[in-house]
């Protein structure tokens, strides 16, 4: 890593403002570069003007201010104007803009370098492949193709935290900047010792109850399973717009004794409800790279998946078993192959779940490969 450290601006949004994994991934990095020492700010749409502290630092945050009652049109003007105001005034203090997602972050600072107001070198993250991600919303924005071409002319580096983003750039044209791979990183926490399974099945499922997260589709492979005698619980720690129609759902199955909705679970909280589990399940139709499995596997849990890309590489890597996205015939094959699995195999893929989140995404590792990532980036096309 070169000796001067990028001075960055991150696009982004952080928690608690926005419960998302992108926002939590955002504020362990920062967390982390900072105790490398770079200089770092968070500016979002979601987030208030002054400073918040992050993994024991202060960080200055910057609100991006937007006009949502005039619609879609009106949100992307307002940010983008809101941005232009404090690339204005700071011009000068930053090296790169750290964007995290494809959306009004990356096409806003794009747009004001293009037209000279700053030089700052950018680095994006896309966050979804496939479904509603990152592609749709880009296709989605009026005179998308002039966007599309000012990404492709700006941006210096795109980092794929799954590979299944490769496929969406090269479709949208993204082809001339950089690539690199560099995943998504955790916390490592001293292990948990897990000498049992229960003998009826402990499920976990942590997140925002959204279509893409596929729930619609386990609850009733899930009763399609009891019904073949499997036991098990099914405990759901999370809140959002599907939760009274999952609800509906569970109690038509009628799996209600198998299914808990539990809540919100509290940041602090997630390691004790994993550690009450015997394996996490993630049905998502899409993903970028699941924190949620992340962590579950950090606690030596294995994981029920989908192959969307990201973290199911590994998963088949003896950690867990994989399915077909949106596809309820593999689930229920996948599910089929879990519970017919011995105690000694269950435990057997947890360790190696946690072996694998031990070598590969520890956060203090994954950070100063971003940070060295972005040093080179402004090393190699000039300091701004």
Not at 250 to 268: N, Q, R, S
Not at 314 to 326: F, H, L, N, Q
Not at 341 to 364: F, K, M, N, Q, T
């Amino acid at each position: 890593m070169p000796d001067a450290l990028p001075r960055i601006l991150v696009l982004a949004n952080l928690p608690s403002h926005v419960l998302g994994g992108a926002e939590i991934q955002v504020a362990r990095l920062v967390g982390a570069w900072r105790a490398l020492g770079a200089d770092v700010e968070v500016a979002g749409h979601r987030i208030p003007d002054g400073v918040q502290e992050i993994g024991g630092y202060r960080v200055r945050t910057h609100h991006l201010r937007t006009w949502p009652r005039l619609g879609r049109i009106g949100r992307g003007l307002g940010y983008a104007l809101s941005l232009l105001r404090l690339v204005v005034l700071r011009r000068t203090d930053f090296d790169v803009a750290y964007c995290r997602g494809l959306g009004d972050g990356v096409v806003g600072v794009a747009l004001w370098r293009f037209l000279g107001f700053c030089h700052w070198k950018i680095v994006a993250v896309p966050i979804n492949a496939r479904g509603t991600g990152d592609a749709y919303f880009l296709r989605s924005l009026p005179l998308a193709r002039v966007w599309l071409r000012l990404l492709d002319s700006e941006v210096d580096c795109f980092n794929l935290i799954n590979a299944e983003t490769a496929v969406d750039l090269d479709a949208l044209g993204l082809r001339r900047a950089r690539r690199t791979a560099i995943p998504n990183g955790i916390p490592i926490l001293p292990p948990i010792a897990r000498r049992e399974v229960a003998e009826v099945r402990r499920l976990v499922w942590t997140g925002r109850f959204e279509p893409q997260k596929g729930l619609d589709l386990l609850l009733p492979a899930l009763a399609a399973r009891r019904r073949a005698g499997a036991r098990f619980r099914l405990t759901l720690w999370g809140d959002g717009a599907m939760r009274e129609s999952l609800r509906r759902q569970v109690e038509a199955l009628g799996i209600d004794e198998e299914v808990v909705f539990a809540g919100v679970c509290p940041a602090k909280g997630i390691r004790d409800a994993l550690r009450d589990a015997d394996v996490f399940v993630l049905p998502s139709r899409y993903e970028g790279m699941s924190n949620s499995a992340l962590e579950a596997m950090e606690a030596s849990l294995p994981v029920l998946c989908t192959r969307c890309g990201g973290i199911d590489k590994e998963i088949e890597m003896g950690a867990g078993w994989t399915c077909a996205p949106d596809d309820s015939g593999s689930l229920d094959a996948a599910l089929a192959e879990m519970f017919s699995s011995p105690d000694s195999d269950w435990l057997a893929r947890g360790r190696r779940a946690r072996e694998i989140v031990e070598a590969h995404y520890a956060i203090d590792g994954v950070a100063a490969s971003n940070l060295a990532m972005i040093a080179s980036v402004v090393h190699e096309t000039g300091a701004a």
